[in-house]
């Protein structure tokens, strides 16, 4: 009976809609094309980003990757919203949509914004409660010159006590389309492609809650990358690698920042856009600056005595946080740490605490641990930090990618919420849109972080390179606890021991600026606030916001080079790295001039903060600062802050 009347739709589809169906951006420049049969492609500028590609699903109700286009309804959208966690506080922007339906229980709903497309799947029928979906067929076929900067997704429980994968891979950068994954399981978001010389396309997911799994795209096949589901061994091999929901639903945004440069991939904010707050903010969070003292110090500081080192350190920066990391159970107790809340917050600093996430999925042994997994254990040991004036946690060594995964992050986060707690996550997935979506989500590693340049001289070797990729992918797309901004030369307490750092002081004080997420766990050590020739430093350091109202893209190659200015309360901080051996000129008339009449522009470079090198209140444009160009060589950066 089914099979009978999905065919009788079919018949009359083909005679409504055998003509493709086009949606454009509403500058006209970025077009998406649909067709009946269900496949889609993207055009910038008349070039082609993605030839046709599929769409589709195959689910335990039908395979409708074969289903035929019935209906398409074009109409247009505006996003309109305010939020101090990401590159941009206000959002005002529009988008032309397409919905296209391809049975009576199936739709495509897409979004084209002047710089990106959206889609998602969305099914309803009244006969059914719920959908398992076995495969998602979306595919994304980029054309034959695309080269790719991808990182690979690892094998389920491998690395430090089984706890991978963690989005903490390297990246591979500007390779052929068709190179295989390291590891043969594909990529994990954000994917971002170089369609040659006729742009740049950042592919990702957003609005992914307890509904759906995380994705990854598969290796290449003729055809595309296609979206692919966890990998069935993550969580140890429990739960589903196939998502499920209940009806009415929709997948998660399939998301793509399309850009003839890289500016609509730096500044994208799609995946914010096409995100919905799920709750109410449970109390006013306050985002802010945090010591750290694990990066340095490691588990051997999280101590009273050291902890009260890093309260006083935060209290002397004037920073709102301290991070007090894993063993803080063990070493100074639940009934101890009552007291040093309280004495944090005489120094006017607000607490974080660590926990584990576990939990069956790994072997960590970092305590505290089995306090997130289990609701009644959870909402217990979350009334203690709320009576103890807590402010957030981080918590750390998630399974994966499967949808019982990402129904813990819900839960932890939806529970915080009820305690007024906001939440960092680290050994984690990307977040999906969850800045918006959550209120009192902050930020998540789900990057090869600081603690790696720790771990392994031939990180600290890689370490500007790896700061010029993750604006324009990781960061992109979310906020991001990279833990950075090291002025030890060493990376070890006695600053005499341990890896050695290659970059210079600047180049970390640019990353403070390049690096985004609303609170930063910065790893300044106590030394550093006393040592004469950090006083510029550390004086910036007691500045630098860590929330922003503006992003501007103005130069940057991933792996070579970055320049990106923020923009907080009309002053603009232009971070610029470089990680090539050829040195990077730094333009600074050539940038001021992208300013409106700044009044003052002053720099931070060459071990020293310049004061007003130009000042146009003064002086005439053509007499601006006289050399005016600063040499970035390999590990070096600046920071240019325009008043
Ligand atoms: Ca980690």
Redesign the pocket.
Known sequence: MKRLAILSLILISSAICAQPKTVCSPDGRLKVTVTEDAMYSVLLDGKTILNPSRLGLNTNRGDFSDARMTEAVNGRTAYDYNMNSIKKSSVRKEANTLICTFSDSFKVEFRVSDTDVAFRYIIDNPSWAGITILEEKTTFNFPAQTTTFLTSQCDAMSGWRRTKP?Y?EHYALDRPLTEKSEYGNGFTFPCLFKIGEDGWALVCESGTCSQYCGCRLLDWKEGGFQIGFPMPGENDGLGSAEPAFSLPGSTPWRTIAVGSTLEPVAESTVTWDVAEQLYEPGADYKYGRSTWSWLLWQDGSINWDDQVAYIDLAHELGYQYVLIDNYWDKNIGHDKMEELIRYANSRNVDVFLWYSSSGYWNDIYQSPVNLMENPIVRKKEMKWLKENNVKGIKV?FFAGDKQETIRLYEAILSDANDYGLMCIF??ATIPRGWERMYPNYVSS?AVR?S?NLVFGQEECDIEAQNATILPFVRNATGSMDFGGTILHRHLSRDNEHGTLRRTTDDFELATAVLFQSPVQNFALAPDDIVADSLAYAVDFMREVPVTWDDIRFIDGYPGKYAVIAREKDGVWYVAAVNAEQTPYQLDLNAIASMFNSPASVSVLHGGRKSEKVINYKAKARSKAYKSGVISLTEGDGAVIVIN
């Open positions: 963690s903490e750390d680290h050994g590693e972080s603690e």
